[in-house]
């Protein structure tokens, strides 16, 4: 059977994309205000120009207290008319739009959120030094319930798909985490009582936008954590969504960003520009003991390749290999295993215009080489640029 060309147009649920190339949602650190500007659009503008299928923003809050930190978008009617201008300026450039929607959880610095953050059991955040409240079924309605709203808003704003966040032990991942979750009632416990938000809320997106927009969801695979949720896990949550019949898609990751960040990216840990982009006292902390929590784990292409092919097998609607994707062999590599699209990062933030150099020139390797800089400037919203060996 003849493998697909990543470079020809596909459907994505009622979409169809130029290309099987995603650009996977980054965090931007381009809207101090939680609204859209000019420099978010660039941001986007330029891999859309670069030759993408679709460019996904991140981060869209589902709540105010969703967000990571205070100045991330967040979704109110008054941040449409930017989201118009942002979308616009992807489709004038030929690629699709994405809007990644979740709740942060206890990811969230609720220390610079201003609200107080909610996890499935009480824990502690180590970012805002304060201790993250169990959500209640209330905050619980609350939020699936917001996906929904939030879904809608993406559609007047005129995106052309959502991912829902159900990675990096953010809210709804969270819950799947028995590490994290020891809740006693119908969300905690069976790993069907921890699956439970995530279909609920992959529902309540499907019932607000019904069939207008694609909706793909970011699952993990593995938290990277002893005790967390692992690919066993994930296999089945997986095949529940497929027969739940909610997305169009499945995007796969891995990794904590409350407890081990470092297992999602791969490449070097850099320890030292993260202390000089944070605030005091967490700028000591991590310069204290960063190397405990910033953990190095060596790279190398399709780094997600291994554990994704096991999802891969157990389920059959369209999956998004992510990690470590940079050049044209990889790309076919992923078609023949069988992965309908694929999703680029980092290389995408070196180089924006990567996938048309890979279209000119399928020899054509990232400039890429995974140093990780790239990470701590989404706190000075710098842009990531190639430094030269000394």
């Known amino acids: 059977m003849t493998s697909p060309d990543v470079l020809a147009p596909a459907s994505l649920g009622p979409l169809t994309l130029r290309n099987r190339i995603i650009k996977s949602a980054t965090f931007e650190g381009r809207t101090p205000n939680a609204l859209v500007t000019d420099e978010l659009i660039d941001f986007h503008r330029r891999p859309a120009a670069g030759g993408v299928g679709m460019s996904t923003v991140a981060y869209c809050a589902v709540a105010p207290e969703g967000r990571t930190e205070y100045g991330q978008l967040w979704m109110r009617p008054e941040v449409v008319p930017g989201l118009r201008r942002l979308t616009d300026a992807i489709h004038a450039e030929g690629a699709a739009a994405s809007a990644q929607l979740g709740h942060a959880g206890p990811v969230a610095n609720q ?9 499935p059991s009480r824990s502690f955040n180590p970012m805002s030094m304060k201790t993250v409240r169990s959500a209640t079924a209330e905050d619980i309605a609350r939020i699936t319930a917001a996906h929904g709203n939030a879904a809608k808003l993406a559609v007047e704003g005129g995106f052309d798909a959502v991912e829902i966040h159900f990675g990096h032990n953010y809210f709804a991942s969270s819950f799947l985490s028995p590490k994290l979750n020891h809740r006693k009632d119908s969300y905690g416990g069976s790993l069907e009582n921890r699956a439970r938000i995530v279909l609920e809320t992959a529902r309540a997106v499907r019932e607000a936008v019904g069939g207008k927009i694609a909706i793909l969801a970011k699952l993990n695979m593995d938290d990277g954590v002893p005790g967390g949720f692992r690919v066993d896990e994930a296999i089945q949550v997986a095949q529940w969504l497929e027969a ?9 990751t891995m990794g904590s960003s409350l407890l081990n960040p470092m297992y999602l990216f791969k490449g070097d840990a850099p320890i030292r520009e993260f202390a000089e982009a944070m605030p005091q006292p967490i700028k000591l902390g991590v310069q204290l003991v960063g190397k405990k929590f910033i953990r190095e784990y060596p790279y190398t292409p399709l780094f997600m390749l291994e554990q994704a092919r096991l999802i891969r097998a157990a389920v059959t609607m369209p999956l998004v290999l992510l990690g470590g994707v940079t050049d044209r062999e990889g790309m076919d590599t992923a078609m023949a295993e069988g992965f309908e699209f694929v999703a680029m990062a980092r290389a995408l933030l070196r180089e924006p215009d990567l996938v048309n150099k890979i279209a000119a020139d399928r020899g054509t390797r990232s400039l890429c080489d995974h140093n990780n800089r790239c990470m701590p400037t989404i706190f000075s919203g710098a842009r990531c640029v190639l430094v030269e060996p000394a």
Do not use: I
């Open 111 to 119: 220390k610079s959120t201003g609200f107080p953050a909610l996890a």
């Open 244 to 252: 739940d019949g909610s997305l169009d898609a499945l995007e796969l």
